[in-house]
């Protein structure tokens, strides 16, 4: 208890040296509350430093868990200014390194055996140190040279004290807040509590960088460095050492005669390959997690914040975005309201006009000027004022593209996104709607397919009998069997015809199955059977 008031007397301090007084002031707060933060927290603002750059300043100075959730607030719109947004963004998550002694016994502690039973040789020197963790070079014992990243020891124990803290600070706010109902600070808090003790399972960073392997595991565009996880535990992370150039070393690269046009385009093809392909995407893609080898190819590190996407989170964000590019504002409105993230009450028409007076002043500027990202998050600026809840998913894509935007124009200032982005997203909206999509659909269920379609005939064969009466299962009256005795022939021609349509459904599902695209032959083929079993089908429940 002691300990929590000294840390709440510490963040106290903090507010008040650099001048954060002001940001409390803007809170509609109770009358009491008001009263309590004019006397604990009084607002002396240096108007010769930006109130942002004062509020980063101060997370940096009160630790790991402050800078991680000022990233995190950086991405909400609804909560921040433009300006102070963009300061959090900068935000640097860099701490001294802890003792090359220190990073052996975590290991060693870890794996349970002394170091020299894993490693050949370990380097005391970290090559990198950040809040939650820090990475030394090692050689395992068959010659393979690694980095090994150790979680900080004390780590998990600082950050449940904060955020128990954060926790205590935000339920205060629902209470003395009058707004605190629509932002929810304690789900703000919440999702941030489970990303950050993500970030401190190494198993799981593992597992992450593992799974974006095997999706660009054949690419030219980007590499992902193996994990050994024979290595690796909840507390040391095991990976391949890559080398690379630090994207942030622009005049390098350039001397390289790396083409830097193609370059950021190719980052911004990756963002949308992960987000739409795969639905699962890198989510922390700041420089310092971004590499360049010699030749000009990408090298991801760092996993432990990842994003996913379901088929309904692609389709939305697909749908806005091309509606976005033809500047068609009634489509952004049904997009919303038919994915059901905006209330069925909202008039489509009063969407579509806020849509349209945020976006059209953007539009405004030169292709050179619009940022894709920003776009995007005056898009979910205005769905939440109609009454979208915050979607954790896209407020992570929408800080990624952000991120990537940022990147790209760093490489190339005159990057169009949109001229790279559109073309992907016509051609992953053509292979979910129309023949492609029917056709990918039909591999991808023939397996299961295969199964379950060669019963069919004997399942059919057995419901027909019934229906004719035979045997002790029938569910038909006397007179329903007389009328079907007269109509046999014909039903036993539609039986006929309900098998023949089911065998040429399984020759396309075959087919289906088969290496490369359904020929046309074989569409003819199922579509045929499909037509017949159908057809067959129905004229016996008619009769």
Same mark, same amino acid.
């Given at each position: ?15 008040? +040296? ?18 309590? @933060? ?12 930006? +109130? ?26 609804? @909560? ?86 954060? *926790? ?6 629902? =209470?003395?807040?009058? %707004?605190? &109902? ?40 980007? *590499? ?37 046009? =193609? ?18 995407? &890198?989510?922390?893609? /700041? ?5 360049? #080898? ?21 389709? *939305? ?18 997009? /919303? ?30 292709? #050179? ?48 996104? $949109? ?29 299961? $397919? ?29 007179? %329903? ?36 695209? @359904? ?18 089908? *129905? ?5």
């Amino acid at each position: 208890m002691l300990r929590g008031l000294g840390r709440i007397r510490r963040i106290l301090s903090v507010i008040n +040296r650099h001048g954060l007084g002001e940001f409390l002031d803007g809170l509609d707060l109770k009358p009491a509350a008001r009263l309590a @933060l004019k006397v604990l927290a009084p607002s002396r603002a240096d108007s010769s430093v930006d +109130r942002g750059e004062r509020l980063r300043r101060a997370l940096e100075e009160l630790g790991p868990v402050f800078v991680k959730f000022g990233q995190v607030l950086s991405t909400r719109p609804d @909560l921040l200014a433009d300006d102070v947004s963009r300061e959090l963004i900068a935000l640097q998550d860099q701490v001294p390194p802890f003792p090359g002694a220190e990073a052996r016994r975590v290991v060693e502690d870890s794996f349970g055996e002394p170091i020299g039973a894993r490693f050949a040789a370990f380097s005391d020197t970290p090559m990198a140190s950040a809040s939650v963790a820090q990475v030394h070079e090692a050689t395992l014992l068959d010659g393979t040279d690694v980095v090994v990243k150790i979680l900080r020891p004390g780590i998990v124990d600082i950050i449940d004290r904060d955020l128990e803290l954060l *926790y205590t600070m935000a339920r205060t706010l629902e =209470k003395v807040w009058k %707004d605190a &109902h629509r932002l929810k600070p304690v789900e703000i808090v919440r999702d941030y509590d489970r990303t950050i003790h993500d970030e401190l399972d190494m198993q799981r960073e593992a597992g992450n960088a593992s799974q974006m392997r095997a999706n660009f595991i054949d690419s030219d565009l980007i *590499y992902v460095p193996e994990v050994y996880f024979d290595h690796t535990t909840r507390d040391v992370m095991v990976m391949e050492k890559i080398d690379g150039i630090s994207i942030r070393e622009v005049d390098q690269l350039r001397a390289l005669g790396i083409d830097m046009k =193609k370059l950021a385009h190719e980052g911004v093809e990756i963002f949308f390959t992960q987000a739409f392909r795969d639905g699962f995407f &890198h989510a922390d893609m /700041h420089p310092g997690n971004i590499l360049v #080898s010699r030749d000009g190819q990408y090298r991801a590190i760092d996993f432990g914040i990842m994003g996913t996407l379901a088929d309904a989170d692609k389709r *939305y964000l697909a749908e806005n975005f091309l509606a976005f590019f033809n500047r068609d504002y009634r489509a952004v409105a049904d997009a /919303h309201l038919r994915a059901g993230w905006v209330p069925a009450h909202i008039r489509a028409e009063d969407f579509e006009s806020a849509i349209r007076t945020v976006c059209e002043p953007i539009f405004a500027k030169p292709i #050179s000027e619009i940022s894709f990202g920003k776009l995007v998050m005056r898009l979910f600026q205005t769905a939440r004022r109609f009454e979208m809840p915050v979607q954790t998913q896209l407020v992570l894509l929408q800080k990624t593209l952000l991120q990537i935007e940022g990147l790209g124009r760093q490489l190339y200032p005159d990057l169009d996104l $949109w001229d790279t982005a559109k073309p992907y997203l016509e051609r992953w909206m053509n292979e979910q709607i129309g023949p492609r999509a029917a056709v990918n659909t039909l591999k991808k269920e023939a397996p299961r $397919w295969a199964t379950i379609i060669p019963e069919m005939p004997r399942v059919a064969h057995t419901f027909l009998s019934r229906v004719d009466g035979d045997g002790p299962d029938a569910f038909v009256s006397r007179g %329903d069997l007389d009328r079907a005795t007269s109509a046999g022939a014909a039903r036993s021609r539609y039986q006929v015809q309900a098998i023949v349509g089911v065998g040429l459904i399984i020759a396309a599902s075959v087919l289906a199955a088969a290496p490369g695209a @359904l020929s046309v032959t074989g569409w003819i083929v199922g579509i045929t059977g499909v037509f017949l079993s159908g057809h067959a089908l *129905y004229r016996t429940f008619r009769n």
